[in-house]
């Protein structure tokens, strides 16, 4: 299991899109290929009112992630601490991770003809630093860290959304 945790707080995400600008530019990646995006659940009604839901979706860093296992030359790669990425160099574009992954997160880079994922910034999260997504946020509805820190972020996330309510 992956050592991190990328969260969102749905209730709060607007679909700026900036975090998926940021990843782009990070990674220096050309138009099409998105690492990460927000997707546009709805709308569902709620008191007769059409209403959007905008989810993130990021790479989840799977346990056992299937683009490890699809990747014939070893390309897709798991480090210690659990973040998946690519290696470019081993990387010949087959595409083979592309299909393996339920959820369509290995995506394709025209310009270089290899696969490229959202690896959690890994560079920066080496230099104790944050994803560029969640650095950018404009809502601050994403949140990086450890895994055992995630339930008390939860619970704080609850008490100030009950609050703003009352």
């Known amino acids: 299991m992956s050592q991190y945790y990328l969260m969102q707080d749905a209730k709060r995400c607007i679909a700026c899109r900036a975090c998926e600008v940021v990843c782009k530019i990070n990674k220096g990646l050309p138009k099409g290929p998105k690492p990460c995006e927000v997707v546009i659940v709805g709308p569902k009604f709620i ?4 209403k959007a839901f ?7 860093h799977c346990e056992k992630p299937w ?3 699809a990747c014939p ?3 897709m790669q798991k480090r210690d601490d659990g973040i998946v990425y690519v290696d470019e160099t081993l990387c010949v574009g087959c595409k083979a991770c592309m299909s393996a992954c339920p959820w369509g ?3 394709w880079n025209a310009e270089k003809r290899k696969v490229v994922k959202c690896d959690y910034c890994m560079d920066r999260v080496d230099k104790g630093l944050l994803p ?8 601050k509805c994403l949140y990086f860290g ?3 820190e995630i339930p008390s972020v939860r619970r704080e996330r609850a008490a100030r959304t009950t609050a703003y309510f009352e």
């Open 67 to 69: 683009c490890i296992a």
């Open 132 to 139: 560029a997504c969640v650095t950018i946020c404009v809502t």
């Open 146 to 148: 450890k895994a055992d």
């Open 105 to 107: 997160v290995p995506q």
């Open 54 to 60: 905008f989810k993130f979706m990021p790479c989840f």
């Open 47 to 50: 008191s007769g009112l059409p």
């Open 73 to 75: 030359t070893g390309a």
